[in-house]
């Protein structure tokens, strides 16, 4: 049984979402007759919070009687105003949510009330901006969203997670999750670009897959430029190397989570190629400011089989360095950060961070190993943008990568002594 003062505060509650929701329908609509605005839409949720209340002392008819007779109403409001040139039904639908709310609040959900109630009056204020992005979207890209559904809403969840097969490195949900990964970074640098422009859009993708997956990152935007042309070469450029600089970021962290005595070591040497990368990536912003922006045609970005493509390769590799792990052991510490930076240098650090920890690693051995890592997954993600991009994105990555692997190189050595 609840206190008075909880009844109370929880009423309060209910009426302030109705007040936020009348607020917004009568502004939405004070050059047309409304079926409900500000002081209706109070009264319909603290309905809602008194039928519950009833109900919560035994009258459980009150709830559904009380969700009819705004229904009624609703529907009585909706068929006269039916009649003239607005057909909408949005305001009577929300005094139906309205209610809803109030009793939530009632029932002692007042957060999840208020958050729906919220989100409720913010898409009804974005009405403009949500009919133009409807306008806006073409039928191929409705059907690119309905693909990315069916691969990550529907298959990954399907697939087995766990690992069989040699060394019991192949997992199907994992591998499958890099297709889920490239797609998913392949839209969200497709709806940035269209909405934010070509070296905006294209450079916060790089950011967001660097976050996620440098590599992963890499192979859709160069697969992007190669579709793209000569003239966004550089902007795919951008973006291909704020994600492998970020990819340092996210190394160090890594390391600080697993042994933060390693990490302390690792600074410095993770510091170089990251403060080379983010020179670069200035230089190439700065660069396009002052010249004039290639016009943007952005394609289509879901090419499933693509994806696919690499989420293969990515298991081959996988496999590769777990083989070269189990055969070459810590004594072949170096081959093996060598063959798992080819794909994903992540898992590797984390191993060599906890031999680390436990002392079977020294920290200069294990410093280096990582770097070495690193340098290693800089050069594969050159090698998938040179093969994949084309030679416009070629061109202008072949210096950038070179670079970052040799300053990689170098630090490596330097962390070895």
Known sequence: MQSYTQIAFNGAMALLMGLLIGVEREHAHKDLPW??????????????????????????????????????????????RSQGSNKGATTEFMALLAYVFGALSALGYVVPAAIFAVVATLLLSIKAPLHHLAEAIQEDEIYAILKFGVVSVIILPLLPNHAFGPFQVLNP????????????????????????????????????????????????????????????????????????????????????????????????????????????????????????????????????????????????????????????????????????????????????????????????TANAAIIASCASNTLAKGGIALVTGGRPLGRVIIPIFTALTLASIAVCFWAAR
């Open 35 to 80: 079926f409900a605005g500000i002081r209706t839409f109070p009264l319909i949720t603290l309905f809602g919070f008194l039928c519950a209340l009833a109900a919560q002392s035994g009258e459980k008819w009150m709830l559904p009687v009380g969700l009819a007779g705004v229904s009624a109403v609703a529907v009585a409001a909706y068929l006269v």
């Open 173 to 364: 949900r994992l591998i499958w999750w890099v297709v889920v990964l490239i797609s998913a970074l392949s839209m969200v640098g497709y709806v940035l670009m269209r909405f934010l422009g070509a070296r905006q859009g294209i450079a916060v993708t790089g950011l967001l897959g660097g976050i996620a997956s440098s590599t992963a990152a890499t192979f859709g935007l160069s697969h992007q430029a190669r579709t793209e042309g000569e003239s966004l070469a550089r902007y795919f450029a951008l973006g291909i190397t704020i994600a492998s600089t970020i990819m340092f970021i996210r190394m160090y962290i890594i390391a600080v989570v697993v042994d933060r005595g390693l990490a302390k070591s690792l600074a410095l040497p993770m510091a170089v190629p990251f403060v080379l990368g983010t020179g670069i990536a200035i230089f190439l912003w700065e660069r396009r400011t002052s010249e004039r922006e290639a016009a943007l045609h952005v394609k289509n970005p879901m090419d499933l089989w693509s994806a696919i493509k690499f989420a293969l390769i990515f298991a081959v590799v996988m496999f590769a360095s777990k083989a070269g792990y189990e055969y070459f052991g810590t004594s072949g510490i170096y081959v093996t950060s060598v063959l798992a930076g080819l794909v994903n240098p992540d898992a590797f650090i984390i191993s060599a961070a906890q031999l680390a920890s436990v002392k079977t690693l020294a920290p200069g």
